[in-house]
């Protein structure tokens, strides 16, 4: 007899796969039974009743904005079409600072589409030490265009005002609602919202905490369309009571241990550098050099074998560097030749790898875990359990049946890849 389950409810776009990912992490960490789909299509042995929350990966944060919203809005029909009532638009939780960023005009396509006037923005994350404060955006105890981040090789972050940059992207105007109104009495607050969504197009939320985002995700109920980083899927449980959904939380995927293990790091972010460092004292590692490799002074295969004799010790395969050395790539390979060249490489060696036994793949950089998803042809991961905050392990449910643990850039603390791997391989 079939059982009679619940249809999804929540349709989450994302727009990268280690994005997705994290908002997976955070909705299952919340009770609610989460599907990740890497494409539009669904197998149809692919069971999708009995998910609370279905999110799409895509690949769209450092597209041109037409591209994106293309994208994101053809993955928005798809959700309204597997039945999904409330949807999720989920970016980087340091936003995109630059006035041609696609999340502005994303934004303004989905509430079109959705024929909205108003959503929420709410990018923050503080367990990560992404916090909004008065609309401005911080990294750690500096404003955005102040942190590390500021010089990022590929994004850099220039302004801390997610009003202004909202502005600058969309078509409509901001207002920011401060964290004292935040933390102020619950129906004030939605009632603050609910003005605000009168005149705003987009409503800027400050949250210092995770109270303030549990806060938040108790009173986005009007909302039909809510945008913001992974931290708001921290309490979204009254969006199900208010459908008379019950979440399928007793059915949250088992993870399944053992097997050997691989980490590749295509991320040059300031924290995996930290985290290459400190795996590489204690395990075998080896550094991809752009150079040699284009020039065949280091082989692919020379990567592959090398990879394969340290099969049982968790290898660590690095094309981590320092800004100065990415800025040298990439005025002397060309931008996109080299992260066609580096990206390619990990994801070929991430199904090499597979066909040579291993079980796991640990992947540290946003671009890069896409790239690998993609050459691997992963449709659907179920998601599981946490190595860190906004990084779950995920189990693929589509062949090859293995287990991945995939994180952006900033992710994790220093011994990120150490505790991934116990997460991975402890019985
Ligand atoms: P993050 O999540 O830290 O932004 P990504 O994987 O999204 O990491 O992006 C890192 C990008 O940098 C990738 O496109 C990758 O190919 C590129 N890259 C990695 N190592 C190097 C290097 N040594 N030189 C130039 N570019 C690099």
């Known amino acids: 007899m079939k059982n009679h389950l619940q249809k999804p409810i929540l349709g989450c776009i994302a727009d990268d796969f280690t994005g997705a990912s994290d908002l997976a992490s ?73 006035p041609d960023g696609n999340i502005g005009p994303v934004i303004d396509a989905l509430l079109d589409s959705l024929e909205l006037q108003s959503t929420i923005v709410c990018p923050a994350l503080p367990v990560n030490g992404r916090t909004v404060y008065m609309g401005h955006l911080f990294v750690g105890d500096a404003p955005l265009n102040e942190s590390s981040l500021k010089d990022h090789p590929l994004t850099p972050m220039k302004d801390s005002s997610v009003v202004r940059l909202i502005e600058a992207q969309g078509k409509g105007k901001a207002v920011n609602i401060p964290y004292y109104c935040i933390e102020g009495d619950e129906a004030s607050l939605r009632q603050s919202l609910l003005d605000a969504a009168q005149k705003y197009r987009y409503i800027v939320l400050d949250t210092l905490s995770t109270t303030h985002l549990e806060r938040i995700g108790r009173n986005v109920e009007a909302f039909t369309l809510i945008t913001g980083g992974s931290g708001l899927a921290t309490n979204l449980s009254s969006e199900f009571t208010k459908y008379g959904h019950v979440p399928n939380s007793s059915k949250i995927a ?78 002397e390979i060309g931008f996109e030749k080299s992260q066609t060249l580096l990206e390619g490489t990990l994801a ?17 950089g946003g671009e890069t875990s896409g790239a690998v998803v993609k050459t691997l042809d992963i449709h659907a991961l179920e998601i599981g359990q946490s190595v860190s905050p906004g990084v779950p392990i995920l189990h693929s449910i589509t062949p090859p049946i293995i287990n991945l643990a995939l994180k952006s850039g900033n992710f994790g603390d220093h011994t990120f890849f150490q505790t991934a ?4 391989t402890c019985q």
């Open 26 to 98: 955070f909705l299952v960490n919340s009770g609610l039974r989460t599907l990740q789909l890497n494409r539009m299509q669904v197998d149809s042995d692919l069971e999708l009743d009995g998910y609370d929350a279905i999110v799409i990966a895509l690949k769209t944060r450092t597209v041109d904005a037409h591209t994106a919203v293309e994208k994101s809005l053809a993955a928005l029909h798809w959700l309204q079409g597997l039945g999904c009532r409330k949807f999720y638009f989920k970016y980087c939780s340091t936003f995109d600072s630059t």
């Open 254 to 331: 088992a993870r399944l241990p053992g097997g050997p293990t691989v980490i590749l790091s295509g991320s040059c972010s300031t924290m995996t550098q930290l985290q290459v460092a400190q795996y590489k004292q204690k395990h075998p590692a080896l550094y991809i050099d752009p150079f040699k490799l284009l020039n065949q002074t280091q082989t692919y295969k020379q990567i592959l074998d090398w990879t394969v004799q340290n099969k049982s010790a968790a290898p660590l395969i690095y094309t981590t560097s320092t800004k100065e050395i990415v800025s040298k790539v990439q005025s």
């Open 348 to 364: 070929k060696l991430a199904r090499d790898c597979i066909q040579a036994g291993f079980k796991n793949i640990i992947v540290a």
């Open 421 to 424: 791997l116990e997460k991975l």
